[in-house]
Nanobody, 127 residues
Framework: QVQLVESGGGLVQAGGSLRLSCDAS????????MGWFRQAPGKEREVVAA????????YYGDSVKGRFTISRDNAKNTVFLQMSSLKPEDTAVYYC????????????????????WGQGTQVTVSS
């Protein structure tokens, strides 16, 4: 198992950008498929983006396609979420998630598929 810690959240105006980071410790993060999820008040937790163990395959939720980019640096055991053209509806707590994966190409898109979660970081976008 790994411990996941998110950082980079904060307040930003609509149209602005933020970069979130997820640092993995305890065990190599390079053997995990990773994802970013978010949960807004009164809504279900939803997938934002996901990335394979190798970093070669990605998935994006429809609402963030073209605006967000997920990437990873396996040497540093870090996963990033670059967020651009932010909208007020992007306001949510953003969570990093990981799952040990035996296949380098697996991309996990569902909350139930993950068993390691960070504490979350708040992103607030003002209009």
């Amino acid at each position: 198992q790994v411990q996941l810690v998110e950082s980079g959240g904060g307040l930003v105006q609509a149209g602005g950008s933020l970069r979130l980071s997820c640092d993995a410790s305890g065990r190599s993060g390079s053997i995990y498929a990773m994802g970013w999820f978010r949960q807004a008040p009164g809504k279900e937790r939803e997938v934002v983006a996901a990335i394979s163990r190798s970093g070669g395959y990605t998935y994006y939720g429809d609402s963030v396609k073209g605006r967000f980019t997920i990437s990873r640096d396996n040497a540093k055991n870090t996963v990033f979420l670059q967020m651009s053209s932010l909208k007020p509806e992007d306001t949510a707590v953003y969570y990093c998630a990981g799952k040990y994966t035996s296949r380098s190409y697996y991309v996990l898109r569902e909350v139930y598929e993950y068993d390691n979660w960070g504490q979350g970081t708040q992103v607030t976008v003002s209009s």
